[in-house]
């Protein structure tokens, strides 16, 4: 459970920030997305990730959920109501602006090759302003929530980028990224299915648009 955004905002505790692509309330530091070359160990693509977490559609392999309860990312101007319920999960289609890793752009291409596709929930980040409350790690960074446990939040997923784009799979010119408004309830098709070739998170417009709540909005 989270609850309303404005709410959070309201009290100053640093919960969640303004995502101007999706005009919509995200939850900051939710994970942390990293591609990384099996042949050098070098992070080509990295991004810090937060997300209106809601009630999308039934967790696969766990218990039935129950009803579906939290389902309003909020706005400046509306309440909503975050949170994810035990049987449900929050999945995103590879195509919404902010899921999915750009390969080609002309300054830093990602060269074919093998890569690992890492995911840290969780994540520490530096202090920053306002995060007083926010727990700390015995490294002394900041995360959203206390953990007895701070190193087993990874997961990972081995991924080929081919050499030739026919061979490639996930967003394509009939698949173009898109970018999504949301100002109301979230429909439990609105994200779709996942999709994982090419998709990461945390990259496109959405990526370098997210605003502090505290930060001056005039």
Known sequence: FVGDPLEHVAANDGMFEYALCHDHYHFRHYATYELISVETGAVV???????????VTPAAGGPPGGKRTYDSCGTRSSPGFQGISAGWADSYNRVLDGQFFVL???AAPVSPGEYILRVTVNPAFVCGAGDDA???????FCHMFAESDYTNNVGEAAITIPSDVKNASGPGLSEAPTRRN????????????TGFAFSAGG??????TAV???????
């Open 104 to 106: 080609d752009e002309p």
């Open 212 to 218: 502090h709540p505290k930060e001056d909005f005039s």
């Open 45 to 55: 693509r990295a991004a810090k990730r937060g997300f209106c977490m809601v009630d």
């Open 182 to 193: 949301n100002k109301g309830p979230v429909s439990p098709h609105a994200r779709g299915g």
């Open 203 to 208: 990259y496109g417009e959405c990526a370098r």
């Open 134 to 140: 926010r727990p700390h790690d015995a490294a002394g």
